[in-house]
């Protein structure tokens, strides 16, 4: 069946359909790359070759599928054009691009999504999208602290995130039950932290060495995702102070946790053997990751005082801008004058926070993550096997009726960095798992981060969304069967 010019997620800007210009590609057709887009134009052949079964060549020369650059475009915007002669995909750089053949591969059936051949001719609707993203900042959180992830798996969470345009992927990589990405300077963090027994329930062992983060980083960066390493601290921090004792206040390496218990692990403030670690740490991370953010936590610091926790994340904030990163942290950093880069992340469901709106004023970019809206890991109902519920339970109706600048008092449209939808791992044991929190979900975050305000509405969100259930089948990605959508 062929599918509306509009039927996609995130919507679109604009949609001007042209019923009489529809197009089919076929056996012969080909793909047409202009200068800048090669690396789109074979992403395009390689999603498209092993459900078509079609040979679809790219070159430089003509074809029913074109791929161009306009330097009048933003980076992001795209336009998609369809006439009855073929596919023009144009794109402000390489990523407006990538965003639009994840338009183009949602108005294809949903065989477009499998691995085994469907080698039938497959007809697009004719008409013009022009589209460009509300918020710059479009993401997703993993937690592999709690529980561990392996490369493909994180590669296969990325594929499945930039198909909604999600572009950046922030991955919690430390916290009380594991220590998951090798520091050199610091090796027994993976050693003993980062080893068998590690992870909520001693379930999750694994870590990543530096090759295999830098594999991630460069993977999802042929998808235009950004990764944002997360160190956690000065809370969240037994397992590294299981791996070096001197990190306490005693010397005294406290006991392996594997619980699920939050807020009773704390570095040092007013040791400087705290500072030499997270330099070392924050410096070998930064050189590590290419993108401009860092993320250091600051949340649930329970077991820091007042005035311990403003003195640390006044000390380490220079730490990161003096490696080149932007600091990211959880809200709670608001406490203390941030510099003007940093950006704090809302994640409570209070409908207030004095120091997030007091950073807004001051000019800092905020990213929404209001748990009660945005938090992946929260019961879709009471009786769900997996999650938890101390944000509420969290339907896809309820994540999709949210608008990130009206959530806060004081932190409006021009405040907003973006909005994340953060996974925390407690309750997952594995990939299925992982999807199975995520979709339905997410692309309601993808839509509330892409689309304007004007242009989303629930009844034709969940109808757009019950499509997506023949692509994940297509695709083996698991999902949540969601009764507020009428699944097709």
Request: net charge negative; aromatic share 10%; hydrophobic share 40%.
């Given at each position: 069946?062929?599918?509306?010019?509009?039927?996609?997620?995130?919507?679109?800007?604009?949609?001007?359909?042209?019923?009489?210009?529809?197009?089919?590609?076929?056996?012969?057709?080909?793909?047409?790359?202009?200068?800048?887009?090669?690396?789109?134009?074979?992403?395009?052949?390689?999603?498209?070759?092993?459900?078509?079964?079609?040979?679809?060549?790219?070159?430089?020369?003509?074809?029913?599928?074109?791929?161009?650059?306009?330097?009048?475009?933003?980076?992001?915007?795209?336009?998609?054009?369809?006439?009855?002669?073929?596919?023009?995909?144009?794109?402000?750089?390489?990523?407006?691009?990538?965003?639009?053949?994840?338009?183009?591969?949602?108005?294809?059936?949903?065989?477009?999504?499998?691995?085994?051949?469907?080698?039938?001719?497959?007809?697009?609707?004719?008409?013009?999208?022009?589209?460009?993203?509300?918020?710059?900042?479009?993401?997703?959180?993993?937690?592999?602290?709690?529980?561990?992830?392996?490369?493909?798996?994180?590669?296969?969470?990325?594929?499945?995130?930039?198909?909604?345009?999600?572009?950046?992927?922030?991955?919690?990589?430390?916290?009380?039950?594991?220590?998951?990405?090798?520091?050199?300077?610091?090796?027994?963090?993976?050693?003993?932290?980062?080893?068998?027994?590690?992870?909520?329930?001693?379930?999750?062992?694994?870590?990543?060495?530096?090759?295999?983060?830098?594999?991630?980083?460069?993977?999802?960066?042929?998808?235009?995702?950004?990764?944002?390493?997360?160190?956690?601290?000065?809370?969240?921090?037994?397992?590294?102070?299981?791996?070096?004792?001197?990190?306490?206040?005693?010397?005294?390496?406290?006991?392996?946790?594997?619980?699920?218990?939050?807020?009773?692990?704390?570095?040092?403030?007013?040791?400087?053997?705290?500072?030499?670690?997270?330099d070392d740490v924050v410096r070998e991370?930064?050189?590590?990751?290419?993108?401009?953010?860092?993320?250091?936590?600051?949340?649930?610091?329970?077991?820091?005082?007042?005035?311990?926790?403003?003195?640390?994340?006044?000390?380490?904030?220079?730490?990161?801008?003096?490696?080149?990163?932007?600091?990211?942290?959880?809200?709670?950093?608001?406490?203390?004058?941030?510099?003007?880069?940093?950006?704090?992340?809302?994640?409570?469901?209070?409908?207030?926070?004095?120091?997030?709106?007091?950073?807004?004023?001051?000019?800092?970019?905020?990213?929404?993550?209001?748990?009660?809206?945005?938090?992946?890991?929260m019961k879709y109902t009471a009786d769900?096997?997996?999650?938890?519920?101390?944000?509420?339970?969290?339907?896809?109706?309820?994540?999709?009726?949210?608008?990130?600048?009206?959530?806060?008092?004081?932190?409006?449209?021009?405040?907003?960095?973006?909005?994340?939808?953060?996974?925390?791992?407690?309750?997952?044991?594995?990939?299925?798992?992982?999807?199975?929190?995520?979709?339905?979900?997410?692309?309601?975050?993808?839509?509330?981060?892409?689309?304007?305000?004007?242009?989303?509405?629930?009844?034709?969100?969940?109808?757009?969304?019950?499509?997506?259930?023949?692509?994940?089948?297509?695709?083996?990605?698991?999902?949540?069967?969601?009764?507020?959508?009428?699944?097709?």
């Amino acid at each position: 069946m062929t599918r509306e010019l509009g039927d996609v997620i995130p919507a679109p800007g604009e949609v001007r359909p042209d019923a009489a210009a529809r197009f089919t590609i076929g056996d012969g057709t080909a793909i047409s790359a202009a200068a800048g887009t090669e690396q789109v134009a074979a992403y395009l052949a390689d999603v498209l070759r092993p459900a078509t079964g079609f040979a679809l060549p790219v070159s430089d020369g003509p074809g029913g599928i074109g791929l161009r650059l306009d330097e009048a475009l933003d980076d992001e915007e795209y336009r998609l054009e369809i006439g009855t002669s073929g596919v023009t995909l144009t794109g402000g750089a390489p990523v407006g691009l990538f965003h639009a053949v994840q338009t183009l591969r949602q108005l294809l059936p949903a065989e477009v999504f499998a691995a085994t051949p469907q080698p039938v001719d497959w007809t697009l609707p004719g008409g013009t999208i022009a589209d460009r993203p509300r918020f710059g900042y479009r993401g997703a959180m993993l937690d592999v602290a709690r529980h561990f992830f392996t490369v493909d798996e994180v590669k296969s969470y990325v594929d499945s995130l930039a198909q909604f345009k999600i572009n950046h992927l922030h991955l919690h990589l430390t916290d009380d039950q594991g220590w998951r990405l090798e520091i050199e300077s610091w090796p027994k963090l993976t050693a003993i932290s980062g080893g068998d027994g590690t992870g909520v329930d001693g379930t999750g062992p694994g870590f990543y060495t530096r090759a295999d983060y830098t594999e991630i980083i460069a993977y999802a960066a042929t998808r235009f995702v950004t990764i944002v390493p997360e160190i956690d601290m000065p809370g969240h921090v037994n397992a590294a102070q299981v791996a070096y004792p001197e990190l306490t206040a005693d010397g005294v390496a406290p006991p392996q946790r594997t619980d699920v218990e939050v807020g009773y692990s704390s570095l040092v403030a007013g040791k400087e053997e705290t500072y030499a670690f997270v330099d070392d740490v924050v410096r070998e991370v930064a050189a590590l990751t290419p993108g401009p953010y860092l993320h250091i936590g600051g949340d649930e610091a329970q077991a820091t005082t007042a005035e311990d926790y403003r003195a640390f994340i006044e000390r380490v904030l220079p730490m990161v801008t003096r490696y080149g990163k932007r600091p990211m942290g959880w809200h709670e950093m608001a406490a203390v004058d941030l510099p003007a880069s940093a950006v704090p992340q809302f994640w409570r469901i209070e409908a207030a926070d004095e120091g997030t709106a007091r950073a807004a004023a001051r000019g800092n970019k905020v990213l929404m993550s209001p748990a009660d809206r945005t938090y992946l890991d929260m019961k879709y109902t009471a009786d769900s096997s997996l999650g938890l519920d101390w944000a509420g339970l969290l339907d896809v109706e309820k994540a999709y009726g949210w608008d990130p600048a009206e959530r806060l008092p004081g932190v409006g449209e021009e405040s907003v960095l973006g909005v994340e939808a953060p996974l925390w791992s407690e309750t997952l044991r594995s990939l299925a798992d992982v999807q199975t929190m995520t979709f339905p979900r997410l692309p309601a975050i993808a839509e509330i981060g892409w689309s304007r305000r004007e242009h989303r509405d629930w009844e034709s969100f969940r109808r757009r969304l019950a499509a997506c259930g023949p692509r994940w089948r297509a695709q083996g990605v698991a999902f949540h069967p969601a009764p507020e959508i009428p699944w097709a």
